[in-house]
């Protein structure tokens, strides 16, 4: 860390910080300016105390952390990116791989014939919500047990792996049973303990950002679920929480870069909360493609207009199966593959 | 809510829409105004499904909400303010409690110092993490159990209720044998199934602010502990995340009589952690009275340059027993009186 | 405007409303919903005063408006897109140009040498900044005068329009001489006295998001520029402000999207300022040609790390024209085409 | 500045980072961490060039920047607060002034109307726009000239200083003939050229915080006008744009307690915009006072119901008379002392 000093600090004060920063296991180097005398602590931040309290010395102006707080995610450490499997299918290894589903499973026929449709327009994952965290009490919370039913089925129809969101430790088990991966949301994005408990089941975890997250946050967040030996962690950015309007949320392309530049795991884009809005799921998905990420997550239902949740921001089957066509010729632009077209083949 | 249409919607149109707002149970009013059409849909919004997927109709341009989703909370519905009791201690009528301790429980002797230390000079409840959400999982998680024993212990010494943070489902039973208010902090704020375990314990609950959370889903949050028959909440103001980064959070002092103009429920504000700066406490401690909340949460620590958590945002007893003392003709002028004063004439 | 009323409002409250609605020139239309009233205020709300000053009628719960304020720009009052045509560039009409060039013009030869390599690699327009708002007034200010005489030349050498920010009225003439289109920048978004002054020149305008302007003022920007008679305006998002600090911005892509459907004025995106990191320039250039927008403005600087401003957002001639072969691919898949390919073509 | 290396730099790698670092005019201290080796640049990071564009060698990681960038105002170079005088009324010593007035001047009667009852419960500045910057072009633009003739008259009635809007340089001259202080607003507060034109007039300036500035940004804009000789500048909070939509700003009161610690000059508090909602501004106004802002600036309409620009913000005299009352013993408890006693006393 670097402890930057009140200008006119006194040699005895400068040795009062440097005693300090010795007190905490680190080594003080000190370096006096032009206009400030800066002292640089040499230890590893990330096993010592953090050196910021010193703020609470009159002569102390601020304090700089240097080190990046996760080591077994990044890619400093492991330059290669993580492949990730959820059943048969791989992140990380060049395919671009499209999640598509219901926001909430409402029901056994919706369910399949959502399922059917994604597959069919190429889509290798299957997602759908049973346990729904929802912002008012009064909004339909989810099937639960039977939308875990309902997703079993699905899987059974159409032989696609499926991905279901975790908001409870109580539905572990449950949920476990069915889940080829396990959903962690935004607002559980910073839930230690579910990230723990989900990381201990050994299933692929994806992990959402959360609502306003930072990227270190996000990644940090990573960090718990690896440090408990499971390092099958797929990020998706889901859109941030700005003081824009005229969107849900703003999608942050952005941070889904730095994200693949700073950890080694494979990256997602959720285009359907990333703005809200069901006629930017298109362009921005193209752009997902565009700028590398390693797949997206799509909320696909056969009415939305009718839907039980979020039905603003799914798309109608028709809509999906242009967006899959569209998206092909930016896939491979990013020289990525498009997965999903043995499906495609296999329907047509 | 109300639909509003893109301009030039014919009669087919606008009949469409009402056939939709029909079929979803709501009754339709169109009006058909100089440059737009709207049609209001009558019927209880918290009761019936969202029309906001209405969007997907090509001839609907926006639809607004106009209902208030909560209820039980809601000063609508009752106007006088809900007291909660904690322990002897009372939040919502006329008493502006200070709640104080350490950021995390470090020890038994720092907890029980600082327990008498702020009890001296006027705190009324203690708080103190046993369990400690931290962004990195290489930080100082807290002492847990034993950490919990450590705040029995100081509770039984210096007679103060006790708050402490619940992070996990798990830890319930052994953080109710100890707490007399069960926090749930920033990170768990929008996570409902934590909040729900914690209202069926029957506790009172001191439910903080998500980092970025409206007012709306943070009324929204009370309102599902409300739902679940626990109605002793009080909700505390922490700072939101901005994008300014001279204090670590931004302290939304609006919110606070936002939510207290909202909702019947008792609000606090943590000066600590609504800006992350030690030496900003005192004003906005100051700042909390002046505009009319019930109560603040202050981290304080004996010597917060070597803390093991948070310590740039600690003060010291001096400096606590000093804000106390600032404190109170705020809070007079404010028409509440400054609990605690008891403990002080003990104390001298 | 739709005004919804506090719940058990009498009936001479909401003839009040209705009175003061009538008094304020509009026509009221009363629906009494279950839980609430409403007024709907029928009248166009751009050319009427606003209603929600009567949120001070104690009975108003809270005033929502439903009409948008921009018309001259509005994709709904004219649905073609405009073109708008820079020298003999066009924006608009289906080809992706890209402009380029240093930020600050700090010398002739870097100009002209930089004019030259984006030429030569695609680019159809010159930027580069004579006048430079900086944060602080002791950096780097812009060569004033002499960066408009360089920027003359390097136009006359390479045969590139050239586009240069306005920050001052004072500057009005001299910048008119030398640039084919006007930049507005981030910082003067909002700078009302500037965007009228700017649109009476009748150049072309480039009109940049403000750092915290929604895509509503954008838009009521350009329309203040319309209004003079100017429609020749060319919308930029470059990031927007945000908690996130992994970005010096926040690119919103989604807003191009939105602005391009809500306005018929073209929308080119910045990926240099858009992230502030010259690393993730490439990559958010492709993603905005995925999305649909009609072009990208980008900083190159002949040695970026030692360029007098922003340097760490500028990038090297190698790398822009890496970044413009790899963009060809995008361009087309969105059914644009790469302007520029004679200046390639030439080149080679 | 502090240059943070990759980890696994070799030798030549440190050397060449040394060399540029050299080559820039800063002296190169080189201190090998556990984790990462710093290199620690010695020099003045106001009159050299950044080092940030080194960001671009591949083996620097992040530029830290440790030096602040404003020096005229700030409270290091002089501690003392500036006192500023506008008519005979004192800022910065001790005194709590109140500047109260409408938002727009509508009209002579309205306007001396306000004037006469801002005086009389204790006002000492009388504020009013002549010229709006208003988000639509649409709106209600201001008087202008004629405003100012009203504020001339109001301020001979009244014998209150006036403060006024100053948002273009071709009204300068104008503005000067009526203000005691010149007033720059929220969007041109980075608008550079107006500041500087504004601070070679000589006049006290009113510098209003940008909407999402940084404290950094507004110092900086502060500076900017005591660069060009005129020290007068007081500070205005006036909230900033964040996420929440239940106020129109978020008043940033944390803000005000760096803003004060940082530099010498006054600051003072907009409840008004602050919120953007009337029944917020007294609680916010005494909130203000309790953090020892040197006054605050509020919006007073004899009919705010049916105001020409920002109804919804603006309160009524007996309002207004009411706030001042409350006002006094927070501004007594903050340690200073309320201005305006003798209008009150005149008038009673």
Redesign the interface.
């Given at each position: 860390m670097?402890i930057?000093l009140?200008?006119?600090s006194t040699d005895e004060q400068i040795a009062e910080v440097e005693g300090?920063v010795r007190?905490?296991g680190y080594v003080p180097?000190t370096?006096?300016?032009?206009?400030?005398t800066?002292v640089?602590a040499?230890?590893?931040?990330?096993?010592h105390?953090?050196l910021?309290?010193?703020?609470?010395?009159p002569m102390v102006d601020?304090?700089?952390p240097?080190?990046k707080?996760y080591k077994l995610i990044s890619r400093?450490t492991q330059p290669e990116t993580a492949v990730v499997r959820v059943g048969g299918v791989e992140f990380g290894s060049g395919q671009f791989q499209v999640i598509a589903g219901p926001c909430s499973v409402e029901g056994e026929e919706m369910l399949i014939d959502t399922a059917r449709a994604v597959r069919d327009a190429g889509a290798t994952i299957l997602r759908g919500g049973a346990f729904k965290?929802?912002?008012?009490?009064?909004?339909?919370q989810g099937l639960g047990q039977q939308g875990l039913a309902y997703l079993d089925k699905a899987k059974e129809v159409t032989g696609l792996p499926v991905v279901t969101e975790l908001?409870?430790?109580?539905d572990i088990d449950a949920v476990c049973r069915t889940a080829d991966m396990i959903q962690i949301g935004a607002?559980?994005a910073?839930?230690?303990?579910?990230l723990e408990a989900a990381a201990d089941t050994g299933k692929p975890i994806l992990l959402k950002r959360?609502?306003?997250a930072?990227?270190?946050?996000w990644l940090?967040a990573a960090?718990?679920i690896a440090?408990r030996g499971n390092g099958n962690v797929i990020l998706c950015e889901r859109?941030?929480?700005?003081?824009?309007?005229?969107?849900r949320n703003?999608?942050?392309?952005?941070?889904v870069?730095?994200a693949k530049?700073e950890s080694r795991l494979p990256v997602i884009v959720d285009p359907s909360h990333?703005?809200g809005?069901?006629?930017?799921i298109e362009?921005?998905s193209?752009?997902?493609?565009?700028?590398?990420a390693d797949g997206i997550i799509v909320e696909v239902h056969p009415n939305?207009?009718?839907?039980?949740s979020?039905?603003?921001q799914?798309i109608e089957f028709d809509t999906f199966a242009r967006l899959m066509k569209?998206l092909r010729?930016?896939v491979?632009?990013?020289g990525m593959e498009l997965a999903g077209a043995g499906n495609v083949a296999a329907a047509t």
């Open positions: 670097i930057v009140q200008s006119g300090k007190e905490l180097h370096i006096r300016g032009e206009v400030r800066v640089a040499v230890g590893d931040e990330v096993t105390s953090s910021e309290p010193l703020s609470h010395l601020r304090v700089l240097v080190q707080k400093e965290p929802r912002t008012s009490p009064y909004s339909f908001v409870s430790v109580a607002r559980n910073l839930n230690y303990a579910l959360g609502m306003s930072t990227v270190e946050e940090l960090e718990y440090k859109g941030i929480r700005t003081y824009e309007t005229a969107t703003t999608l942050d392309l952005g941070a870069c730095v530049r990333g703005a809005r069901w006629d930017l362009p921005l193209r752009a997902a493609a565009a700028i590398g939305p207009a009718v839907a039980l979020d039905g603003d799914q569209e010729p930016f491979e632009a990013a």
